[in-house]
């Protein structure tokens, strides 16, 4: 077992013993949790991977759940700084592997770029397929261009997730890229490859800004993307929700992926 998860399993073993969580009756109701209750429960371990507030709850895949979670069919979710909520129900959806051939991609740029290839991360290579207009090509949108970076605290909204209603406010969410446009805002989650994501970290930026979208009376339509890159290809899935006060009624709209040329 990866040390992390072992860690954490240990961790939240000791979490549910302390506070009876293996008594409670999910199908009737959330369990609530606060920052300050993690830490009293495992404040006698040393090791900061099982006592780390932070990391203890950073269950971004389905595999990164501790087992008292993933054998009762669980997930977490922030409600308010330093209040989470641990639900029954699907937390996560699945990011399909994309059956159709790579498009080969004519970057828009009339040079080609340096800088773009110093270190491998996520946030540059969104970036260079910003540069390239390439998520533009993607989201079909000339317009678009880059408005939204990094962490900000949300609104108050609801939610339900099967019949349980959840309250979230000030919670702090981040978009690794926003776009806005003539027409829409468009929120990118960016990763390197994950069978599937929580889908908390598609919804929460959603709600933020059609939150703000809504204010404007502009009418704009917030899109959400989730982006990839392996090897030399970049990939987009955009994801929309048939009901936006429904956690679990996330769809897939379209995918595709992309080799960038000059």
């Known amino acids: 077992m990866d040390e992390n998860l072992r ?24 369990f609530e949790l606060s920052a300050t209750q993690i830490k009293q429960a495992t404040r006698h371990f040393n090791i900061t991977g099982q006592r780390e507030v ?110 349980h209603n959840i309250t979230v406010q000030s919670v702090q969410t981040e978009v690794d890229a926003g776009y806005e446009g003539e027409n829409q805002v468009v929120l990118i989650e960016a990763k390197k490859q994950s069978p599937d994501t929580i889908i908390r970290q598609l919804y929460y930026p959603l709600r933020q800004w ?15 993307v989730f982006f990839e890159k392996w090897g030399n290809e970049f990939s987009f899935w955009q994801f929309h929700f048939r009901d936006v006060l429904d956690y679990n009624s996330i769809e897939l709209i379209k995918s595709r992926r992309f080799r960038i040329t000059r």
Not at 7 to 30: G, L, S
Not at 210 to 224: I, L, R
Request: glycine residues 4%.
């Open 7 to 30: 860690n954490r399993d240990i961790a939240w073993q000791a979490i549910f013993d302390h506070y009876h969580i293996h008594r409670h009756n999910f199908d009737e109701t959330p």
């Open 210 to 224: 059609q939150y703000h979208v809504d204010k404007s009376e502009t009418n704009k339509k917030v899109s959400t």
């Open 54 to 163: 932070r990391i203890l709850c950073k269950q971004d895949e389905r595999e990164d759940r501790p087992t008292v979670f993933q054998e009762r069919g669980l997930f977490i979710l922030p409600i308010r700084n330093g209040k989470y909520v641990i639900v029954k129900g699907e937390g996560y959806v699945d990011i399909p592997f994309i059956e159709s051939f790579t498009d080969i991609y004519v970057s828009q740029l009339p040079f080609k770029l340096i800088t773009s290839f110093v270190g491998d991360s996520e946030m540059q290579h969104l970036d260079y397929a910003y540069a390239t207009s390439l998520i533009r090509t993607f989201m079909e949108d000339s317009s678009l261009v880059l408005t939204i970076r990094g962490r900000k605290y949300s609104p108050r909204f609801n939610f339900n997730v099967g019949q």
